[in-house]
Every structure is written in C-alpha cells, then in structure tokens.
C-alpha cells in the first residue's frame, strides 16, 4: 500500500508516494537500480543483502546492519540509508582494495554484504580490534571463497587504519580522511535534522493494518502476502526501551535483540548472559528483530521467550486505548495459539527485579554453534538462601508445541537443597511434563537426553561448589 516517505539513500533525497509494505532490496535493485546489494536467500541468513541503516537518536545518528530483503522498506522513514554504491568516493574504499589485494572474492554476490558489515565496524567503534571485526562479520556467509582471506583483509585494514592514526580513537571525520567514507557523510545528521521536522510518523489510519515488529520472521514466512498488505510498524508506538522501575525491569514490545543485548540493566543483573546471546541470530536479525515480535512468532524455541518465560515475565497487551495483562506461560494455548486477540499487540514485558540472593543461566543446544536454530533451548532463575531454594522458574524449548514452563519442576525446586539427589528427582519431573518429537533437530530421545543434561548445565554453572559435579555428569 502506498505511503509518503521521506530518507536519505546513499546521498540522495528520496521523497514520495511508495508501497511501504515491500521489502527496502526490491526498492534499491528495482527502483533504483543499485544492483550492487544482492538477493540471494530472501530470508536475511546470508547477508548478501546487507546495507547500513543510520537514525537521530538522542541527536547523534547511529548506524545499524539490516539485511534488505526483508525489512520493511517503511522502517526506513527518516532515515540514512547506505548501500555499497554509497561509500565510494572516485575509487575503492581501504576495505574494498583489502579484499581486492588478498583475493576474498570469487562469485561475488557474499563481497557486498561483508565491505558493508565491515564498514558498519568502522563507523560504530573508535578501538579496533580483529575479534570485534570478526563478530560484526557473523551475519555474512560465503560459500566459495573461504574465510581465511576474508578475515585478513578485515586484519589488514584494522592494522592500516591503528597504525596511521595518531589523533586517539577514530571518528566519522578521520574515516571520511581515510576514504573509509565519502564526504557527505558529515551533512547526514543535518539533513535528518531537517527531514525530522518534516515526518509525521502516525499509524496510518483505515482498515486494520498487519502490525510489523522487524519483520524478521513475518517476512520470510509470509513475503508475498504482505507486500501487497497495508502495514503498520511497532516502532511508531514510541521510541524503546529497557529500564529499571522500582522493582521491575520493563521491555518495550519494539525493543530489539540487540538493544537487549547491549542495556545496560540486563548486564547489570545478568552479566553471564552476553556469551549467550551473541549465539541467538546474527547481528543483522538482532538489530531488526523485537521482542514482542519472538513472543508473538510462538516458536517453540524462540531464544528471548525462554529467557523470559523463566523470569516469569508478565505482558501488557494493548488494543487502541484498553489494556490488559497476562503471564507469558498463560500466553500459549497450543501450537501457534495465542491468548490474545486479532488487534491485540504486546506493548511491554517486564518481571519482577528483586535480584538479591538469585542466579540465572540460559543454555543452548544447536547442530551449529553460530546461526542457528536450538535443538532444545532452556533457562533457569533462582531465589536462594543458603543453600535453599527459595523461587525457582524452568522453561524448555524444542520439547512441546509451545514454549513450556516447566511448572511442576519448578514447584518441586521450590523450599529444597541443592543437592545431587533433588537435582536427579527435578530430572525426572522435568521428563514427565515434556512431549518432544522426532524431527530434523533431532530425535525424541536425543531432545529428552539434552533436556537433562542442559539442567544439570544450568545447576553446575550456578551452583558448582555445592553439588558433586562429577557424579552429576
């Protein structure tokens, strides 16, 4: 359906009536001939896609990696765009002549996306390193070049750029010297600035829209249908959050993965989780992808919901003015049944933040380590005194139509020791409330094996010194 927008793509002003609802890779090959981004999977796990998002926040503008071909071409409303078309100047940049110089190319359709990623690397960090390069890199897949050539370019511009810098940490200003940018990089803000004043970002009003979080998973599932749909987008609710309030930690439904990721408030309380989640996804899904939308997506492995569903996480679901809350584990009725109506949205998620004396852990099984999805995820917290359980919430993933809360296993936990013996009978009570299948992630009896086994992880990660491990294991 058509709408105004208004952005910036590369260093053009784009300004007009467009189908907001279609994907922003059909806009930039098919409107405006940039074919220098690829479509190749159409479902943002290769990255080949991949483009720079900038927007105004709290007035600096900060870049993203999305991947084009299924984020919303109306997310980009009052934003920067950057294609690879947009950060040459005359020539190549220091990042494409590296991958020029050590061969890290063949077919070519991957090159973009990874002169894109690495580029983001170098806008959005001041202190280089090869590890931090690495990670931005893991949305983006080759299949014919091989990574080691790959990774020595990344090394060889980190090194270039350290090496002929003498100023401290690099800024926009000392990329667009080193030809890392062009120069109309440093007017982008001002031009926002302008464009800002000039959007009226409401909902757009008629017949009921299909609501759209990041469109990670909408529009793998259901491309064609919505590209001729009127759409309306989370993000024009109000701008995310994550924050502390009394005793509760409170998650807007728009907020992102990433912006999980990176909140302070969960690295405060929850420092053992980065690790974790830097495995749910690549970077470019967790800087589209929201919260409400893995909620809504009822995946019966959907990382962020087993997280939640051991915090015992509470929803606030909205429809035009009237509000109203339910449990997440009363949220799922059955396989893609949800406790919520057709106009329904998930505004805000929050749990309890009474945090002295509690531990928490997420474990996660996959046939791959990165970019991938789990055979059987699970999360576990607990309130304890000594070394008695106080609270305790389980949930499993991979192991029933819906993402479970282990109810009676939790129940169980609750006023026991920690000790091998009631960690054994948790087991059994965690077996009896589980219903796996047999499928492509892997068997019954391999889903109910690593159910036990990542129980046990979560006990020996929280509570090593009070259990004998190796009769455990």
């Not at 190319?105 to 202190?127: A, N």
């Not at 030809?179 to 440093?186: D, G, I, K, Q, R």
């Not at 068997?443 to 979560?458: M, T, W």
Request: hydrophobic share 40%.
């Amino acid at each position: 359906m058509q709408e105004q927008l208004h952005f910036i793509l590369n260093n053009e002003e784009i300004t007009g009536e467009f189908n907001g609802s279609s994907s922003l890779l059909s806009f930039i090959r098919n409107t405006k001939k940039l074919t220098g981004t690829k479509l190749v999977c159409r479902e943002g796990d290769c990255g080949a896609c991949t483009v720079l998002v900038g927007e105004l926040i709290k007035g600096n503008v900060e870049y993203r990696t999305v991947t084009s071909c299924i984020f919303p071409l109306a997310k980009v409303n009052g934003k920067h765009v950057v294609t690879v078309e947009g950060i040459n100047n005359t020539g190549l940049t220091p990042v494409q002549s590296e991958f020029v110089n050590e061969g890290a190319t063949q077919c070519g359709f991957c090159t973009p996306g990874f002169i894109m990623s690495l580029t983001w690397y170098l806008i959005t960090h001041s202190d280089y390193d090869l590890s931090g390069a690495i990670n931005a890199l893991g949305g983006n897949i080759c299949r014919c070049t091989g990574y080691a050539s790959i990774i020595r370019s990344a090394e060889n511009v980190i090194n270039a750029l350290n090496n002929g810098n003498t100023n401290g940490s690099i800024n926009l200003h000392k990329l667009i010297e080193l030809n890392v940018l062009p120069e109309y990089f440093a007017g982008i803000k001002m031009r926002l600035e302008k464009i800002k004043e000039k959007i009226h970002a409401g909902i757009v009003t008629g017949d009921q829209p299909v609501w759209v979080g990041g469109g990670t998973d909408l529009y793998v599932q259901k491309f064609e249908s919505l590209v001729g749909s009127r759409i309306a987008l989370t993000e024009r609710l109000g701008r995310s959050y994550i924050l502390e309030d009394n005793n509760a930690i409170r998650l807007s439904g728009n907020a992102t993965f990433e912006e999980f990721k990176n909140s302070g408030v969960i690295k405060k309380y929850f420092p053992g989780l980065q690790r974790q989640l830097n495995l749910i996804a690549s970077l470019p899904i967790r800087n589209s992808a929201t919260i409400a939308g893995n909620i809504v997506n009822a995946s019966p492995i959907g990382d962020l919901t087993i997280i939640l569903l051991a915090l015992d996480a509470t929803l606030v679901l909205s429809e035009d003015k009237n509000k109203r809350e339910v449990k997440l584990k009363d949220f799922y009725k059955g396989y893609k049944s949800l406790n919520k109506s057709e106009d329904e949205i998930i505004t805000e998620i929050y749990f309890e933040n009474n945090f002295k004396n509690q531990k928490f852990n997420f474990e996660k099984v996959s046939k791959r380590t990165y970019l991938d999805i789990a055979s059987v995820n699970t999360a576990m917290f607990v309130e304890y005194t000594g070394g008695e359980i106080k609270r305790c919430g389980i949930s499993a993933g991979g192991v029933a139509p819906v993402p479970l809360f282990l109810k009676n296993t939790s129940e169980f936990l609750t006023g026991k020791k920690i000790e091998n013996e009631i960690i054994e009978e948790a087991l059994d009570i965690a077996q009896s409330e589980i219903s796996p299948i047999s499928d492509v992630r892997g068997s019954e009896a391999y889903k109910r094996l690593l159910l036990n086994q990542l129980i046990k992880a979560h006990f020996i990660e929280m509570f090593h010194a009070k259990i004998d491990v190796k009769e455990l294991i």
